[in-house]
């Protein structure tokens, strides 16, 4: 019994110091957008961009977690962190490390920062000016790397070099004046090879000069060092002529072979020559060669002629700054000298004092100050301001010089006339946008898939020739959300929010032909593919993987294997609306997105999807849970309707989310008015059935209206229009809450007002009018409400809060206002307060209050203090409010957050994925100190 005890007793412990392991996906679950998947060369470890972060798997953890059932252990390296989602990764030739890059922002990861949990440091963090469309990195020497990037707004290449401060440098732009949807980048016998989406598909060839990169580079390096950037500009001059001397005889052999092959087909032999293909078809080479020739050296002369420019600009610059170096020098060299000779004449005086001779007194401190004018003058003509504005007027010239010759500041072009070679170009079907391309350089000629929702396109980019297409179902278009090559066959997988399904290619017979969707269990919506020659891992917005094995001995059928899945998929797409319910044992989520309501439960640290409704929504209002009868009752507002929903438990298990009632609204044509908001009242509390429910919707046509509903238990049942309130002079239902009264009224905001109404139907008989009871006229625009204990905080754009009293009469009398909510916290991303979340506690001394908001990369946390009211009729006082700390999340682009029940230190943030945000222990630290204890 004892030896029993004891292995139960170490069995827990195990159990306990397993979820303190760091590295657990157990300790710190991630629910975000899982954007790329790559498997690491070197040891096979798998990459995951996990939001802004990266999860970094054993190559083995998978399949140990499969084993053992133990959680997947993951090293989490934060790289972007909130600012940004981690669309890829990608291998960097030659090295190690990898190129991870998001939307707008590119940094390089080293091997060895894929072993322990680290940051990536922010100077190895690049924004570029512009949304990434494809990324192409390369060594070019022990220390630096080529990267170029293919943004929405041209083709820029940066130089990132390990040994410089500032390790990315901007080294040559192509600015293209129409925006790039989609593209792809590679590197094809040292050309770079682009091909994009502009209306047509359009892949060509763009010629660099790497001695024109090592320029800008060279210049930027030494932009403080005058004899050396007077170095590389002969240097650069010595170049430039000795190009000018090779293109002057390229361009009079290209002269000569044009000449002969005019003279070929203006000459009578041309007529005997008809009938000869093989001579036709050299001299369309060779005048297809030329004129590519052609273009190419037009385009060099052009830059170089450009660059001439401003190598002029820069040396008239250098001789102006050394003269004004010279001049400074001299004048400090004469100050250093003047203010030798003073201290040797304030010694002397010393001197002359001991003597006692008055007359030599005086004519010495005459003489010193004499010194100490010329010295001040001297000082004036060397003042450190003006050496640091012309400092400052320099480091602006430079940088002006090095955007032109990099081609920052030239103006934008079209993007054809980048391209020095066309290779192919295709108008697609008018309905067509190419939203992904896929290179297969595996297969026997390398090839480009240009993928859209009706239309795939199998190019050989080396001949420019169409090969195949093949036309999906209409469902798909625009849908298509990850895309990858396969390895052991020609063709590409394709994803979208449904599921996986292969497109093959048969290269003899020049056709492409979809097969069955893969059959995968119930999953998130895929948001990225990682194909292997033995099995392929599907990543989800939420942060699901899945694993499948192929069968070798068929290319069309497909099992699945057993898998660990690291977080379990809880929604299918971005989460518009979130609300958490306290179960005493659990944690209970509903949620909703555009085409789905679910409700999930915490079990050990770990959400999963219980339950789900189809039909999406985008607000939702929930009544507490109820632990004696086990359930809660929402209000689930759709686009054109509102559902009620009832929430229960049946022994220990939970058995659904019931439909109870739906309340609509329509317009006199009979056409349904769109649903803006939904507001519950709070007095509602889940009771025994029966019991009643009150809400209120905010309607698109200027309207509240008011329903009951009697619960009854029953599922089928009337839910009763009550009143309807107009709101004029809103002209809309932008912010709504229910506040419980006698009886029931609620705050609506549109723009720059609030109004407040409440029912006038006391004893519910019948259906009356409402009635205003108060209209707030502001400055600004209110951009959020939020209600809590007799008060109502308001959110202004102009990062400005104020506090409004509830009085017993209907209204509400201002109290006092936070200016300068953000700059508070020094945060200086966002001045809109968009989301707010309050926090009372209460006390003898007063009411204390922690207000949470929401920015895109923080969650800031305030203070508070209203002073105690002791007259009924007079309003509080602010006290005291107070910036406590500011938790950077790793949402991207969050919609909005929750608290988790009895736990003021953990948050969701919810948005694409769900992220859990838990306060460190030094934060809570702070919160403690805005404490106030009172012992009864």
Not at 83 to 107: L, M
Not at 673 to 694: A, F, G
Request: aromatic share 8%.
């Amino acid at each position: 019994m004892i030896e029993s005890t004891t292995s139960h007793q170490n069995h827990q412990d195990f159990i306990v110091q397993q979820r303190q392991m760091s590295g657990y996906a157990l300790v710190q679950p991630a629910y975000r957008y899982r954007g790329a998947l790559f498997r690491h060369p070197q040891d096979g470890r798998l990459l995951s961009g996990c939001g802004g972060d990266i999860e970094v798997i054993h190559a083995f953890e998978l399949d140990r977690s499969q084993n053992t059932g133990i959680p997947v252990r993951v090293t989490n390296v934060v790289v972007f962190g909130s600012n940004d989602v981690i669309r890829e990764i990608q291998a960097i030739d030659g090295t190690d490390d990898v190129i991870v890059h998001g939307d707008y922002h590119t940094s390089i990861v080293q091997a060895v920062e894929l072993f322990e949990s680290s940051i990536i440091s922010k100077s190895r963090i690049l924004r570029l000016p512009g949304k990434i469309i494809a990324v192409n990195a390369e060594k070019h020497s022990n220390t630096e790397l080529l990267l170029v990037f293919l943004l929405e707004t041209g083709l820029y290449h940066y130089s990132f070099c390990a040994q410089t401060s500032n390790h990315f440098q901007c080294i040559q732009a192509f600015r293209c004046n129409r925006p790039i949807s989609s593209g792809l980048l590679w590197r094809d016998s040292g050309l770079l090879h682009v091909a994009y989406y502009d209306g047509y598909v359009r892949v060509g060839v763009v010629h660099e000069q790497y001695d024109d990169m090592l320029l800008v580079k060279r210049v930027a390096a030494n932009s403080n060092n005058l004899p050396v950037l007077l170095d590389v500009v002969a240097e650069e001059m010595k170049r430039i002529t000795k190009f000018e001397d090779t293109e002057k005889l390229r361009r009079e052999e290209m002269l000569k072979i044009s000449r002969s092959l005019g003279d070929v087909l203006n000459s009578e032999e041309a007529e005997t020559q008809q009938g000869d293909q093989e001579n036709q078809e050299k001299e369309n080479e060779m005048f297809a060669k030329l004129k590519i020739d052609f273009k190419n050296q037009s385009i060099r002369c052009e830059r170089v002629s450009q660059r001439l420019i401003c190598l002029k600009k820069l040396i008239s610059l250098i001789n102006s700054t050394m003269d004004m170096n010279e001049n400074i020098e001299m004048n400090i060299g004469f100050l250093v000298t003047e203010i030798e000779e003073l201290a040797k004449l304030e010694q002397l005086c010393e001197q002359v004092e001991q003597t006692g001779n008055q007359n030599l007194i005086g004519k010495s401190w005459i003489a010193v100050e004499e010194k100490k004018m010329v010295v001040d003058e001297l000082i004036s003509k060397v003042n450190s301001e003006k050496i640091k504005k012309y400092a400052d007027d320099w480091n602006q010239n430079i940088a002006h010089i090095i955007e032109q010759l990099n081609g920052c500041s030239e103006s934008a072009k079209d993007m054809r006339l980048i391209i020095s070679q066309n290779i192919f170009e295709h108008r697609g079907d008018k309905k067509d946008i190419f939203t992904h391309f896929v290179l297969d350089a595996n297969s026997r000629d390398v090839t480009l898939y240009c993928l859209s929702g009706l239309t795939t396109l199998a190019i050989y980019p080396r001949k420019g020739k169409r090969v195949a297409s093949i036309s999906l179902d209409a469902s798909f278009a625009t849908n298509l959300t990850a895309a990858c090559s396969m390895k052991t066959i020609e063709g590409v997988y394709v994803a979208d929010q449904n599921g996986v399904f292969p497109i093959y290619f048969y290269r003899e017979k020049r056709f492409l032909d979809a097969g069955n969707q893969l059959a995968i269990p119930s999953f998130d919506c895929i948001s990225s593919i990682l194909i292997e020659p033995h099995q392929m891992i599907l990543g989800s917005v939420t942060g699901g993987l899945i694993h499948l094995s192929f069968d070798f001995a068929s290319n069309y059928d497909h099992f699945i294997i057993a898998s660990s899945i690291l977080a379990h998929p809880i929604s299918t797409g971005s989460v518009n609306c979130l609300k958490l319910l306290g179960t005493g044992d659990s944690l209970l989520a509903i949620h909703a997105t555009d085409n789905e309501v679910v409700v999930s439960e915490k079990d050990q640290e770990r959400w999963h999807r219980v339950t789900q409704h189809t039909g999406g929504a985008h607000n939702i209002a929930v009544t507490p849970f109820s632990i004696d009868e086990r359930g809660a009752f929402a209000v689930v507002a759709s686009r054109n309707f509102v559902r009620i929903k009832a929430l229960q438990y049946a022994e220990e298990s939970l058995i659904g989310l019931h439909d109870l009632g739906e309340s609509r609204a329509e317009d006199e044509n009979g056409r349904p008015i769109e649903v803006l908001n939904v507001s519950l009242d709070p007095s509602m509390q889940y009771r025994q059935l029966p019991c009643k429910l009150r809400y209120a919707i905010g309607f698109a046509d200027k309207a509240i209206r008011t329903y009951v509903a009697l619960l009854t238990g029953q599922h089928d049942f009337l839910v009763t229009e009550k009143f309807i309130a107009q709101i004029e002079p809103l002209f809309a239902v932008q912010n709504m809450i229910c506040f419980h009264g006698r009886p029931m009224g609620c705050y609506v905001s549109c723009a720059k007002t609030i109004q407040i109404w409440n029912d006038l139907d006391r004893h519910q008989q019948k259906k009356l009018k409402s009635e205003r009871m108060q209209l707030v006229k502001l400055q600004v625009a209110v951009t959020c409400l939020e209600r809590i204990d007799g008060y109502l905080f308001v959110g202004f754009s102009d990062d400005k809060v104020s506090i409004y009293e509830e009085k017993s009469n209907g209204s509400i009398e201002f109290i006092g206002n936070i200016e300068k909510w953000h700059n508070l916290a020094e945060i200086k991303e966002q001045k809109s307060i968009n989301s707010l979340k309050v926090r009372a506690t209460k006390t003898s001394n007063g009411v204390r209050f922690f207000l949470h908001s929401l920015t895109s990369h923080h969650i800031l946390i305030h203070t508070v203090l209203l002073g105690a009211n002791l007259n009924s009729n007079s309003a509080a006082k602010i006290e005291e409010h107070d910036f406590v700390l500011a938790h950077e999340h790793s949402m991207y682009q969050p919609n909005g957050f929750e608290f988790v029940s009895y736990k003021y230190f953990e948050f969701l943030v919810y948005g694409k994925g769900i992220s859990v945000e838990t306060l460190s222990a030094e934060n809570r630290k702070k919160l403690d100190d805005f404490r106030d204890f009172e012992f009864m």
